[in-house]
């Protein structure tokens, strides 16, 4: 069979479809060919006694090279006024569409915002004065099917890395927008960019990792052998000399970075008696690292930490999640797949509160229709836990007790937000870009 763009587009539009069906079971895949993997049975969440909510004290962020900023996507207690006022809007000649459910994250390095548009544009904004240094049309053929693209910038050289979904990296200087190199794959880019240093890495849809040095191709890695993968911005970290790489199916892997050896695998279990979003048992929320402590989660049911530095597993406990957790002092902070947001002792993975938000809202005049209500976060900002909603709304929840505080109508978000400089900038899913101060 011939692969054409046509093709390859609704091959990739049948299988989003079938994979967005809601609580549907899981599908068999090909095991994972080396290392043994071990694995662990994770344990119902249990409540923690005597444990009091602490958070890091509110800090200062300069620009988001990748997801807070960080090379572990830790994001902080970030330094942004919760008064918000808008003082930039201009549209990005995009938007959410059956063809495109998400929008490629925008970055910010010490003067510049990047945006990656769906139609291979790329354009550079001053994040002062909000005036276009440029904007040029990068990718001369759109890719036809609903897959993420990824950019990433270098904070201390002048390279910007993107992929648009299709089997191209490019480098753009960041001054100008020229193109000063590119590699061409056999199949296409999946999720996101890591850069860190001079070592680049991106996943394919072959479950191949690429390390590259320098520009130059230093490994590939496959990493097992699945039948359906789903459409993610999950992007491989770079701590130390390791890299966690998300894989399929439930599976992680952790790698030398050096040369691509692997040094542990671990498979988070799906939970049968909890919400699931997609078909199979991808991890689809960005792992993080705190303190040589890996915390990863599973959509579809385990939530589960490690120790980076002997490779061995602290806890885990049945919660499963699409959105990235955080951790800020000794909690970590999450919203599950049932839209419940949790507290837990990051040390045990113990319980110390729970808030339910609401799932469904009923739209339409005369013939009522039940949504359900998606959420982005949570993100911690001047003290207080932040939630984005799919119908409209920001929310406000105190983090010491997992009160409500308030919410307030707020644009549908089409990418990850970005808090920097005492400034809230974010991709709506219309495709505009605002900045709020």
Same mark, same amino acid.
């Given at each position: ?10 091959? &990739? ?38 444990? !009091? ?23 902080? $207690? ?5 008064? %918000? ?15 495109? &459910? ?14 990656? =548009?769906? $139609? ?9 004065? &909000?005036? +276009? $240094? ?25 390279? %910007?890395?993107?992929?648009? #979904? ?6 753009? !200087?960041?001054?100008? #927008? ?12 999946? *999720? ?20 590259? &040095? ?30 966690? !790489? ?8 952790? %790698? ?63 919660? *499963?999640?699409?959105?990235?957790? +955080?951790? =800020? ?18 040390? $045990? ?14 739209? *339409? ?20 836990? +932040? ?12 983090? %010491? ?5 308030? =919410? ?5 978000? #089409? ?10 900038? +974010? ?11």
């Amino acid at each position: 069979m011939k692969f054409t763009l046509n093709n390859i587009k609704l091959f &990739f539009i049948s299988v989003f479809i079938l994979l967005s069906v809601f609580a549907c079971s899981d599908k068999d895949v090909k095991p994972f060919n080396g290392k043994k993997i071990d694995i662990y049975i994770s344990s119902k969440p249990v409540v923690s006694k005597n444990f !009091n909510v602490k958070i890091d004290e509110v800090v200062g962020n300069s620009f988001w090279a990748q997801k807070g900023g960080y090379d572990t996507h830790s994001i902080p $207690n970030i330094n942004t006024m919760l008064s %918000l006022k808008e003082i930039f809007s201009k549209s990005t000649d995009q938007g959410i569409s059956n063809e495109y &459910f998400r929008l490629a994250n925008p970055v910010v390095d010490r003067n510049n915002i990047y945006i990656l =548009s769906t $139609n291979g544009t790329v354009i550079s904004i001053n994040k002062s004065s &909000f005036i +276009i $240094n440029w904007k040029k049309k990068i990718f001369k053929d759109q890719i036809n099917f609903p897959n993420l693209g990824s950019i990433v910038v270098q904070i201390n050289n002048d390279d %910007l890395y993107l992929h648009n #979904g299709g089997n191209l990296i490019l480098a753009v !200087n960041k001054n100008n #927008g020229k193109v000063n190199w590119k590699y061409q794959n056999d199949v296409p880019f999946r *999720g996101n960019i890591t850069i860190r240093d001079n070592y680049l890495l991106a996943n394919d849809y072959n479950n191949k990792l690429l390390a590259f &040095f320098n520009k130059k191709l230093k490994w590939k890695k496959k990493l097992g052998q699945s039948d359906s993968v789903i459409f993610t911005n999950i992007r491989p970290i770079i701590h130390k000399n390791k890299i966690i !790489n998300p894989a399929f199916n439930g599976l992680f892997h952790i %790698l030398n970075l050096q040369d691509g050896k692997l040094l542990f695998s671990d498979y988070l279990q799906p939970n049968k008696n909890t919400a699931k979003i997609f078909r199979n048992n991808d991890i689809i929320a960005n792992p993080i690292i705190l303190d040589d402590k890996l915390y990863i989660i599973s959509h579809s049911g385990t939530l589960a930490s490690y120790d980076l530095n002997n490779l061995k597993f602290r806890w885990s406990v049945q919660i *499963g999640g699409s959105n990235t957790p +955080i951790i =800020s002092g000794n909690s970590l902070f999450l919203m599950d797949n049932s839209n419940v947001l949790y507290s837990l002792n990051a040390e $045990n993975g113990k319980i110390k509160w729970m808030s339910q938000f609401d799932k469904n809202v009923e739209e *339409g005049f005369y013939f009522k229709n039940l949504r359900k209500i998606n959420f982005e976060g949570p993100f911690l900002i001047d003290g207080k836990l +932040i939630l984005f909603s799919n119908n409209g709304y920001l929310y406000l929840i105190n983090p %010491l007790n997992g009160e409500f505080i308030k =919410s307030t109508e707020f644009d549908i978000l #089409g990418s990850d937000p970005i808090f920097v400089e005492n400034k809230l900038i +974010i991709l709506t899913s219309d495709g505009e870009l605002k900045v709020y101060k």
